[in-house]
DNA sequence: CAAAGCTGTATTATCCATCATACAGGTTCC
DNA sequence: GGAACCTGTATGATGGATAATACAGCTTTG
């Protein structure tokens, strides 16, 4: 008789609570059922509903008053860094916020049967394959694995690699990019992008799979990307085009990015916010973990 | 003395041997380590190791042989519904796959702030909320909570939300959508979403939250919808522009959906591989647990 | 102040995931 | 055939998550 895998009880309350919050059920601000209450209307002892509160409140979302109750934190949820869809980075350099990469793995061999299919390669044939991690203000946010085809990669060292883009030094090569098709996807942190992103295994990510074609329609680059959901999102404007039978949203390309302003001080208000609580709870996670 | 809140090691296990397999370190139709390797390769039980290896095999990504060993499927990883980054689906309905779509929730009150503010409400104006379900096929991939100011959503009926898109009610009511933004990320399934999604709870999916605007500014429809990442995923094909010293990606909008076709069969045969394996075993989680 | 409610903390018992081990049966290879 | 693998299955032991209960200390309310 094979059980079935149920997710710790502590984190389905967790996760019921969480929503609830986030949907605006419990009003920001306003005091949640008691912990006996909430013991009793899910079923499960009181020491379980703690460890559900535990985890709200290690992520800012309630505040605990001791003989009061707990409160949802009415501070706005954390923004994101927000980046446009073509996933460009540059905004976030203009609003002074340091980026920085490390480089973990860097080498050659024989790319893996779909990466050698989405890329267009003959068998056997050789790839660059690296893997990344973008740090903002010192924080992992993104990990990046990419492959490219040999004789692109020879066309630049390993330390170039870790300070320039990418895709700078592929058009640097003499090959020029034009075509790209992305996918974006969401995923569970593995062992190794949680370790290195600073995760819990089993946290959500944001995937994006970029492959970068040249005009001949052999592909350049073949980039896998996951991102860290609460440091990272994509954002679009989009306006109503086609005629009344098949109207659809695209893209504003315009570049009228009204929003651009307001966001950044959205991303400002709520980093001083975030200080103002003392210690970053999402960050000191693990290490509470070790000192136990 | 708390005890750290370790994910259970079976999980640990399937993310690392999952990653492992998706990025292709281990070659399609190889065979992987032995359970007894693998087991003293990351320290646990044999029995751990297989959990792990039932996971993977449920989600039709390793194939078991008795007396042989176990393998990495070779069949295509399962393409999730593609659609592009506009959000429609109507070429979904072209390539011939039914859609549907199910109430789950219907009223009107006060909106949480957070949503209150961006649709740019005043303090106490009430909305309409409801909750659908999408289905293709009969399977559910979309859980989409929308919450409309109520002087527009008293245009239209209950019924009516169920049959037609909501955004073709709100333009029915005489107003005009021009502009809306929006966002994607991820994040895990609660409760409520991971029933109606037909998924575990704590299963990663995507999100997306748009917020439709009239020529005024004020918002006419606010968005959240939680897409199944294996049933879902934004594409877009991207072009270069920009000048030397600013290029960046733009989505194409020309439309030269090339891989349309290839997609689309991709996805029926996955689907035949699916309903191949029998039960759905994800669904019984709950029964089982009431029982005991 | 006193009562009622809340969070913080501790204790003991139970249940389930995991471990270690053993064995049965299939496959591969010599 | 037989040795050496493999997966499938069952066993009892162990540790951690959870349950049930009790109590201390704080806050709010009357």
Redesign the pocket.
Known sequence: ????????????IYLLLRDRIVAGELPPGG?????????TE??????????A??LL?KEGLVQ???????FVHDTRAVRPIVADLSNVLSHLIDMGRSTDVKLLSFGYGIPPESIAESLGLKPGERVQRSVRVRLIDGEPFSYLTTHVPEWIGLTYSEAELAARPLLELIERSGVTTERATQAINATLAGPEAAAALDLEIGSPLLTLTRIVYEPSGRGVEHLHALYRPDRYSFHMDLVRTGNDGERRWSPALGWPRTTEKAERKKADKSKTDKSKLGEKPTRSTRAIKQRS
Chains 1, 2 share one sequence.
């Open positions: 008789m094979k059980s079935a895998v149920e997710p710790l009880k502590a984190r389905r005091r949640l059922p008691g912990e006996p209450a909430l013991a899910h079923a499960v002892s009181r020491v379980t509903v703690r460890r509160l535990d409140e605990r008053k001791a003989g009061s109750g707990t």
